[in-house]
């Protein structure tokens, strides 16, 4: 775990946050091995904003295709910790490991605590 934790804080420090000033980065580990990451790219209009984990996801998808999975991933928030968003936790839900088995590694009182998605989003959007 420590190093989706290395590289989601290297990442978090290349974000695009002029406007929260809360620059967050995330890594994850598909179940072909592989790590992508992404941070949060933010705009004047801010609908437009991309959030660190939700740019890795679409980072893995665009290299693995529409079948990828992930086994874990972190996020970190350069200066503060909470864990990823509703949004995001919707987003990370859609590529988890069957029965919201992915693991997401988040800080808390500066210790990574590990929860899956499904303990961090027990009722998902489903169609």
Not at 7 to 35: D, F, M, R, W
Not at 87 to 107: D, H, M
Request: net charge negative; aromatic share 8%; proline share 5%.
């Amino acid at each position: 775990m420590s190093d989706l934790l290395t590289l989601a804080q290297n990442v978090a420090a290349k974000a695009y946050a002029p406007y929260s000033k809360y620059q967050v980065g995330c890594a994850l580990e598909t179940t072909t091995g592989q790590i992508f990451t992404g941070c949060n790219v933010e705009n004047a209009s801010y609908g437009l904003t991309i959030c660190a984990e939700r740019n890795a996801v679409f980072r893995a998808v665009a290299e693995e295709g529409a079948g990828m999975k992930i086994v874990r991933a972190t996020v970190v928030c350069l200066g503060h910790e909470f864990p990823p968003c509703g949004a995001c936790r919707q987003v990370l839900a859609e590529f988890s490991l069957p029965g919201g088995a992915t693991e997401i590694t988040f800080l808390r009182h500066g210790k990574p605590v590990t929860m899956t998605i499904a303990e961090l989003l027990p009722e998902t959007f489903a169609l």
